[in-house]
């Protein structure tokens, strides 16, 4: 028997970062929505633990029990005294070390599959609990949809999305570290004010109005992430040339994503991109979609 969870990716419309906490992490307005990207997580009972992955950049997916799908999966384990083993595999799409939230995807993944596969009864409360310990991004990827986040972005409360929307996701050559990315952000930045979210950009996703959300997305870690990886500018310059109504670093990259006006302008962008030769690859996605899905 086998139980296999499709999970989506990230993308921040507004990522509002305030100043280094005293535990080292940042206050956030963090408003997510999921993208139709998705990692599928399969367990399976199994003699030993064993984890392995498939699909583009697996070879830089941890196989041992830092993987975040094993961490998720042990810490269920050890809550619900569960002593047998699971194989969990990965069928990666998400690109890795983007700022799609792809590890974080995984481990909501595993803990939904294991939850489902040794039948814990565990409270969507406490999933929830077991995933902000696993990382901040990570009830999110539970979750789905589109959500406002506080905190450090794990305190979740859902929002209205009054409509769809077509996003590319420009690959880069090479990943970025979350950590690197926060401490240039504190580097670059003297005093950040307390994060809020924009009142106008949860208007544009209540209605669903592609125009008014391209006017309003921000990403305050944007700076640092071309700080640190100067060429996606020239990612950003060449969506926008190809007609995206707005371009942005995903998370804290080296993603670059594009809200275009509709499915023909989302592809014409992406061949764009893929033209120019200043991405690895181009995807791309409709938003939002939905959390954890058990197949
Ligand atoms: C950039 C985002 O992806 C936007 O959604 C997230 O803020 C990052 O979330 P994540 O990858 O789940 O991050 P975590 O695994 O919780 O933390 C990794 C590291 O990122 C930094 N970090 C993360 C979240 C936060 N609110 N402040 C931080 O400073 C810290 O250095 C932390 O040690
Ligand atoms: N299941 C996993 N998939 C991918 N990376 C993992 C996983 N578990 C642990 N990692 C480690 O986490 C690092 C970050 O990978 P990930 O794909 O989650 O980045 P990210 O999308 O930038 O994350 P976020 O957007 O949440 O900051 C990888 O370089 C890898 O070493």
Redesign the pocket.
């Known amino acids: 028997m086998s139980v296999t969870a499709r999970v989506p990716a ?1 993308v ?1 419309v507004q ?1 509002a ?1 305030g100043a ?2 005293p535990d ?5 307005a ?1 408003v ?1 929505l999921a993208v139709g990207l998705y990692d599928e997580v399969t367990v399976a009972p199994a003699d030993r633990p064993r984890i392995t992955c498939e699909g583009p950049g697996s070879d830089q997916v941890p196989l041992d029990r830092t993987n975040l799908a094993a961490r998720a999966a042990d810490l269920l384990a050890e809550r619900h005294g569960i002593s047998g083993a699971v194989h969990i595999h990965i069928a990666k799409d998400i690109p890795v070390a983007g ?1 799609m ?1 792809g ?2 995807a995984d481990a909501a993944g595993a803990l939904a599959a294991c939850d489902a596969l040794w039948g814990t009864g565990a409270t969507r409360e406490e999933l929830l609990g077991i995933c902000a310990e ?5 009830p ?1 990827s539970l979750v789905g949809g589109a959500a406002l ?1 506080t ?4 305190k979740l409360e859902p929002l209205e999305v009054g409509g769809g929307f077509h996003w590319v996701f420009a690959v880069a050559d090479g990943g970025l570290s ?2 690197a ?3 240039e952000f504190d580097r670059l930045t003297s005093a950040a004010p307390a994060p809020e979210a924009s009142p106008a950009l949860l208007e544009a996703l209540r209605k669903g109005d592609v125009e008014a959300l391209a006017a309003s997305v921000t990403n305050d ?1 944007q700076p640092a992430a071309l700080s640190l990886f100067p060429s996606l500018s020239e990612t950003l310059a060449t969506g926008t040339a190809a007609g995206a109504l707005a371009a942005l670093v995903s ?2 990259g080296p993603t670059t994503a594009f809200l275009t006006a509709d499915a023909a302008s989302a592809r014409t962008v992406a061949d764009a991109l893929t033209a120019s030769g200043t991405c690895r690859t181009a995807r791309v996605a409709h938003s939002p979609a939905p959390g954890a899905t058990l197949l």
């Open positions: 990230k921040n990522l970062v280094a906490r080292g992490f940042h206050d956030l963090n997510f700022g939230a590890g974080s696993l990382g901040s991004d990570v999110f986040g905190g450090r972005g794990e979350t950590p990315v926060y401490r870690l998370g804290s």
